[in-house]
């Protein structure tokens, strides 16, 4: 599959295909279930004073639908020759298939990956 992204389950540490929400992970809050996934990515830093929501993700599901969502988490990954990882919550109701990923921050939009969906 062209462009596919490094990507996980953060909890369970799973390929996609993704679950929105994963009966697999008993560990999931009741009050918002869906999957967290994360993706890495390359010369992606903080500046000082900055939080995760400086990182906006923008999917695009299987139907053109367009997701615009903010990142849960961002960290450098240490000794990780600049890779860093972000994490965001998978939204409800994605329909299964191949989902597009880009990331934009400091007005700068990164190449666009792939993700994979399942029912």
Same mark, same amino acid.
């Given at each position: 599959?062209?462009?596919?992204?490094?990507?996980?389950?953060?909890? /369970? @540490?799973?390929?996609?295909?993704?679950?929105? %929400?994963?009966?697999?992970?008993?560990?999931? #809050?009741?009050?918002?279930? !869906?999957?967290?996934?994360?993706?890495?990515?390359?010369?992606?830093? /903080? @500046?000082?004073?900055?939080?995760?929501?400086? %990182?906006?993700?923008?999917?695009?599901?299987? #139907?053109?639908?367009?997701? !615009?969502?903010?990142?849960?988490?961002?960290?450098?990954?240490?000794?990780?020759?600049?890779?860093?990882?972000?994490?965001?919550?998978?939204?409800?109701?994605?329909?299964?298939?191949?989902?597009?990923?880009?990331?934009?921050?400091?007005?700068?939009?990164?190449?666009?990956?792939?993700?994979?969906?399942?029912?």
């Amino acid at each position: 599959m062209t462009n596919l992204l490094a990507a996980f389950d953060s909890v /369970l @540490f799973t390929r996609d295909p993704f679950l929105v %929400v994963n009966p697999a992970n008993l560990l999931k #809050n009741p009050n918002d279930p !869906n999957t967290r996934v994360i993706i890495f990515v390359l010369n992606l830093q /903080l @500046f000082a004073g900055e939080d995760a929501t400086a %990182v906006a993700i923008t999917l695009t599901d299987a #139907n053109g639908g367009v997701h !615009n969502l903010p990142a849960q988490n961002v960290s450098l990954i240490p000794n990780g020759w600049g890779f860093a990882q972000v994490t965001f919550r998978l939204p409800d109701n994605l329909p299964a298939g191949t989902c597009q990923v880009k990331l934009v921050a400091h007005s700068l939009t990164s190449n666009i990956g792939t993700i994979r969906i399942k029912q």
